[in-house]
């Protein structure tokens, strides 16, 4: 008996199977600690794989699961384990995604990303219910909430009377998908990672495909018409074509100040932490760009002083574009997009352009290099004439 308690005690953690009546393998822990032994179920199946996605899910499953194995390893070499610890499964789930979101609204940068966080709560609230807690979270209740949201209809719950009936049905944008479904990715994370989940149901669980979008850009003749045409708004113009000619975002725009504004070496640098990612930026600008600037005022002095963005910004930009003779929707995003083509058609490397637009991921820029294939253009050009 002694010595094979000895041979236990070598590994007090053995990952076992248990077989289902459906032909699939229930995943639990034996576990043995001072001489008890002690099962933990850990809610993963395995499933009769006959096809490699199903294979594939059945490797991630094992994963996950070794994983957990491993960490009550250290539990135990670490006097922490207990065959009384519960993990705190029967926390409300809605409440604790409330949370979250309240933490995001605090942010004094984020509230764009609240207002994705605080839409994605309204539509989970829809789906289920104050009792749900993080017991029900389950592979079954995260594909039940992807299959909502290919059904529900955008902006339910904003109507007053939602049985009202409607004309036509408009679902959610892929992209809109895509967010809501990572903000529940987000939460079910973090309740794993602080121990609210005995284990991580979103293994095996792909979420939804980002949708490629239209990038309108203006071409550098668009641009030198919008730059010879009044608007109504000084400040608007000014940071619409230093946006054209920097691809700053106008979230980065707004909050420049002067002492951002450098002098290194021949060029002006502009040093900044991207509202959107929070990365640290080193921005050399052209003298053509730097003339949008304007006057140098105190260094806490906001460099385009008076440019706001809402619903009227949009009003103007598209006045100003009609005036200049043009018919394109124009949008801060817009500039940005003009920027990113026009580096790319001049002859710049797309990773430098990557590092110019403060992208992290090179995947990111080469969507515009899609926008401008000149390799396509070359190839269609040899076309000879037909007349």
């Known amino acids: 008996m002694a010595k094979n308690d000895a041979i236990t005690q070598k590994e007090p953690v053995k990952l076992r199977e248990k077989r289902l009546s459906n032909g699939g393998m229930s995943l639990y822990l034996d576990i043995y600690r001072n001489g008890k032994r002690h099962k933990e179920y850990l809610k993963l199946y395995l499933i ?13 499953t094992l994963a996950t699961a070794q994983a957990i194995k491993s960490k009550r390893l250290i539990e135990i070499q670490n006097g922490e384990y207990s065959f009384t610890r519960q993990f705190k499964d029967d926390t409300p789930f809605l409440e604790y995604f409330r949370e979250m979101v309240e933490e995001r609204k605090k942010r004094k940068d984020s509230k764009g990303n609240y207002g994705n966080w605080h ?13 749900t807690t993080f017991r029900n979270v389950t592979p079954e209740f995260i594909l039940g909430f992807k299959e909502f949201l290919n059904n529900v209809e955008k902006d339910t719950h904003k109507r007053v009377h939602p049985r009202m009936e409607r004309d036509s049905f408009q679902g959610l944008s892929q992209n809109s998908k895509l967010s809501y479904f990572n903000k529940l990715r987000a939460c079910i994370n973090h309740a794993f990672n602080n121990r609210i989940m005995p284990y991580n149901p979103l293994v095996g669980i792909e979420g939804f495909k980002a949708a490629e979008v239209k990038r309108d850009y203006l071409t550098l003749e668009e641009i030198k018409k919008l730059a010879a045409t009044p608007c109504r708004y000084p400040a608007l113009k000014r940071a619409f074509l230093f946006s054209c000619l920097t691809g700053l975002r106008k979230s980065d725009i707004q909050k420049i100040t002067w002492g951002d504004v450098q002098k290194f070496g021949d060029f002006t640098r502009i040093i900044f932490k991207q509202k959107k990612t929070g990365g640290q930026e080193y921005l050399d600008i052209t003298p053509q760009a730097e003339k949008y600037l304007g006057k140098r005022g105190n260094p806490e002095d906001r460099v385009f002083s008076g440019f706001t963005y809402g619903s009227f910004t949009s009003v103007e930009l598209q006045r100003w574009c009609m005036a200049a003779g043009m018919y394109k929707e124009l949008t801060f995003h817009c500039g940005r997009h003009t920027f990113a083509v026009l580096m790319l058609d001049l002859g710049a490397d797309i990773y430098t352009v990557s590092k110019l637009l403060g992208h992290r991921e090179l995947s990111t820029t080469q969507i515009y290099a899609k926008v401008l294939d000149k390799s396509k253009q070359n190839a269609v050009s040899l076309i000879p004439e037909i007349e």
Do not use: F, G, I, V
Not at 48 to 56: C, H, L, N, Q, V
Not at 119 to 131: A, F, G, I, Q, T
């Open 119 to 131: 839409s994605c709560l309204r539509y989970l609230e829809m789906y289920c219910d104050e009792s």
């Open 48 to 60: 009769d794989a006959k096809t490699p996605a199903e294979k594939e899910q059945n490797r991630q």
